[in-house]
C-alpha cells in the first residue's frame, strides 16, 4: 500500500499568520494517464472530513482562495494564506492514484 | 442541499453481521463513484470500499475482502455496505463519501461498535 507520511503532525499558528503541510507518498502519484490524484481534507471537531483540494490543486466548490495546493510526483503541501479561527482541527492528505486509496496520518492545527 | 444519511449502524458480537445504508439527496447520485470510509474512536481515515457509478467495478481494503460487500442502488439514490464476520478492530463511524470533480460530499457516520 501506499505510505502518505504527512508533517508535522502539531502545528500551533497565530492568527492571520501563513500555514504549511507537507505531505509524502511511498511511490509516485502520477496516473498512466498523466494525472496525479493528491487531495487535502479538513475535519473540524466533532464533525465529518471535508475534501478543499483534489487532484493536487484544484479547489472544492465553496473552499476558500487562501487555501492552496502544490507539488508533484511524491511531495505535496497544503498552504493557507492567513489562517482564520475556522481553519483550526486536523488536515488529511490522501491519495486515489492507488488502490486501497490511503490517507495521511493527520495534521492537527490549533491556534497558538 | 447536498445531503449523504448513514444508518444500519449499532453494537454487535464479533461473528455478527450489519447492512449499512447511506441514502443521497441533493445532487445526481448516479454520476457519482462511492465509497465507504470509516475513523475507529480518535483514529485516522481509513478507506473501506469504492463503487463505481454503475455498480460494475468495486474494490475493497485487503482487512475487508471476503468479508464486506459494497451496493447501490441508483434507482433509490442509495448505497450500502454488507457486513459480515465483524472483527473488534472493524469498530468505527463509518462515513459514505461521494467523488465528482468540484466536489466530494461526506455523510455524519454511523457508528458500528463491535464488542463481545
Known amino acids: 500500500d501506499v505510505v502518505m507520511t504527512q508533517s508535522p503532525l502539531s502545528l500551533p499558528v497565530i492568527l492571520g499568520q501563513p500555514a504549511s503541510i507537507s505531505c509524502r507518498s511511498s511511490?509516485?502519484?502520477?496516473?498512466?494517464?498523466?494525472?496525479?490524484?493528491l487531495s487535502w481534507f479538513h475535519q473540524r471537531p466533532g464533525q465529518s472530513p471535508r475534501r478543499l483540494i483534489y487532484?493536487?490543486?484544484k479547489r472544492d466548490s465553496g473552499v476558500p482562495d487562501r487555501f492552496s495546493g502544490s507539488g508533484s510526483g511524491t511531495d505535496f503541501t497544503l498552504k493557507i494564506s492567513r489562517v482564520e479561527a475556522e481553519d483550526v482541527g486536523v488536515y488529511y492528505c490522501m491519495q486515489n492514484t492507488h488502490w486501497p486509496h490511503t490517507f495521511g496520518q493527520g495534521t492537527k492545527l490549533e491556534i497558538k | 442541499e447536498v445531503q449523504l444519511v448513514e444508518s444500519g449502524g449499532s453494537l454487535v458480537h464479533p461473528g455478527g453481521s450489519l447492512r449499512l445504508s447511506c441514502e443521497a439527496s441533493?445532487?445526481?447520485?448516479?454520476?457519482?463513484?462511492m465509497s465507504w470510509v470509516r475513523q475507529a474512536p480518535g483514529k485516522g481515515l481509513e478507506w473501506v470500499a469504492h463503487?463505481?457509478?454503475?455498480?460494475?467495478?468495486?474494490f475493497y481494503v485487503e482487512s475487508v475482502k471476503g468479508r464486506f460487500t459494497i451496493s447501490r442502488d441508483n434507482a433509490r439514490n442509495s448505497l450500502y455496505l454488507q457486513m459480515n464476520s465483524l472483527r473488534v478492530e472493524d469498530t468505527a463511524v463509518y462515513h459514505c463519501?461521494?467523488?465528482?470533480?468540484?466536489?466530494?460530499?461526506w455523510g455524519q457516520g454511523t457508528l458500528v461498535t463491535v464488542s463481545s
Open positions: 511511490q509516485s502519484l502520477v496516473y498512466s494517464d498523466g494525472t496525479t490524484h
Open positions: 487532484k493536487v490543486s
Open positions: 463519501a461521494g467523488w465528482g470533480d468540484g466536489d466530494a460530499p
Open positions: 463503487i463505481s457509478q454503475s455498480g460494475r467495478d468495486k
Open positions: 441533493g445532487f445526481t447520485f448516479s454520476n457519482y463513484w
